[in-house]
């Protein structure tokens, strides 16, 4: 009688988010779930996974700082040189009068995907911390937004077809900031792996 | 059981079951995180199609226009999408031509079309099942943004090859039809509510 009062946990009543059929599950489950009508997942598997997104979204966070400032590519055509960051790139597109497309590349590539890491850490600290630090939920609704919109990933394979794209007109080579790049959409992949919305909420627990 | 059939109505910021209250009309606010809650998405149905739609009519101009002009000492040339899968095959770049061939041409039109079917599947009956249909979005949700790639790679180019009359690479107006035919594309996969699919009566 007394160790079934010990075992009981409080039980998270959910749905899944593409087909409506409804979950519950007991709050200190660690495992991953899966919509049993139509396969998509409810909640990712839990071990470790506040620690993995902590560590790999500051260490990608931080990252992105010199990747924005270091050239990612140097060329020569004869004479000349030139290098481009990824900054530098998004002036050019707006001095040429394509503002809003740069506006879009500025967005995508560098204030969503930083604003996602810079989330993401704060949720993931709260649910290592398990409680609810301050605008915890902005916090987690930011992150959840941003989360469909970073497209830093694909920034990187961009660079990588207009290396082919030019090879055969100029000499091209890599510099520093085509390295943090990679190593940065490395670290968001990594984060984006682990990261799961109702997984932390319920480890950060209910309250302030 | 579903969340219509327990008469409840699932909070999409945090994903927390909330029970409905009887009054019905006016909005329930998720104890958990205060964002307004709906049993599925308001409208959905007419968003998504408004948006695909546009996707569509964006796409023409988008790939009529030149993306991109390359200007040199000698000559200017000008390439739309299509122009430059082509100058990447006939140089035998074989494999990134088709990259970038898939990325900003079949990528689009691909999700345009799924979405499409995903609406009139709603309406006509069909043999997809809806654990299919809900994987087919899974899928059009996450090769959307990979059709940015185009945008990106005039992004570094410009940036990149500026060197006064010798060469210099300007963005065209195509470009910006074409990220907002991305653009509206992703939108309108992202108010398409994939629960509508599984409301359908008589169907398992």
């Given at each position: 009688m007394f160790m079934e009062n010990l075992t009981v946990t409080a039980k998270v009543f959910t749905a899944?988010?593409?087909?409506?059929e409804a979950v519950v599950f007991e709050s200190n489950s660690e495992e991953k779930i899966i919509c049993t009508r139509c396969g998509s997942t409810v909640k990712k598997h839990g071990r470790n996974s506040a620690l993995f997104v902590t560590a790999f979204s500051i260490s990608a966070f931080m990252l992105f700082v010199p990747a924005l400032l270091y050239p990612v590519l140097d060329i020569s055509v004869s004479s000349l040189s030139s290098s481009a960051t990824v900054l530098g790139s998004i002036k050019a597109l707006y001095e040429e009068g394509l503002g809003a497309v740069g506006l879009l590349v500025l967005l995508t590539s560098v204030i969503v995907p930083m604003g996602f890491l810079l989330t993401c850490f704060y949720v993931a600290v709260s649910a290592l911390l398990r409680r609810r630090l301050p605008m915890f939920i902005p916090a987690m609704r930011l992150a959840n937004f941003f989360q469909e919109w970073h497209m830093a990933d694909v920034f990187l394979v961009g660079i990588l077809v207009s290396i082919v794209k030019l090879i055969d007109m100029s000499e091209l080579t890599f510099d520093y900031g085509i390295y943090l790049l990679m190593l940065v959409c490395t670290f968001t992949a990594i984060t984006e792996v682990y990261y799961d919305t109702l997984l932390f909420r319920i480890k950060a627990g209910n309250y302030d | 059981m579903t969340d219509i059939e327990m008469n409840a109505a699932l909070c999409?910021?945090?994903r927390q079951l909330i029970d409905m209250p009887d009054t019905d009309g006016g909005e329930i606010i998720c104890p958990v995180c205060g964002s307004p809650v709906h049993?599925?998405?308001?409208?959905s149905l007419q968003k998504t199609l408004a948006l695909t739609l546009t996707a569509l009519l964006l796409y023409i101009p988008a790939n009529v226009l030149p993306v991109m002009t390359i200007e040199t000492f000698a000559d200017t040339s000008a390439n739309t999408i299509l122009g430059g899968v082509g100058e990447l095959f006939n140089n035998k770049m074989y494999f990134i031509a088709a990259v970038v061939f898939v990325a900003s041409f079949v990528v689009p039109l691909f999700k345009i079309g799924s979405i499409l079917y995903l609406l009139t599947a709603l309406r006509v009956r069909d043999k997809l099942p809806n654990a299919a249909k809900t994987r087919l979005f899974h899928l059009i949700e996450l090769i959307g943004?990979?059709?940015?790639l185009d945008i990106y790679v005039i992004t570094i180019m410009a940036g990149l090859v500026n060197m006064g009359f010798l060469i210099q690479i300007k963005g065209g107006a195509g470009a910006t039809f074409f990220a907002a035919t991305v653009i509206a594309t992703m939108l309108a996969s992202k108010s398409f509510d994939t629960r509508l699919i599984w409301d359908k009566k008589g169907e398992k």
């Open positions: 899944c988010a593409a087909c409506g | 999409l910021s945090c049993q599925r998405r308001k409208n943004k990979w059709s940015m």
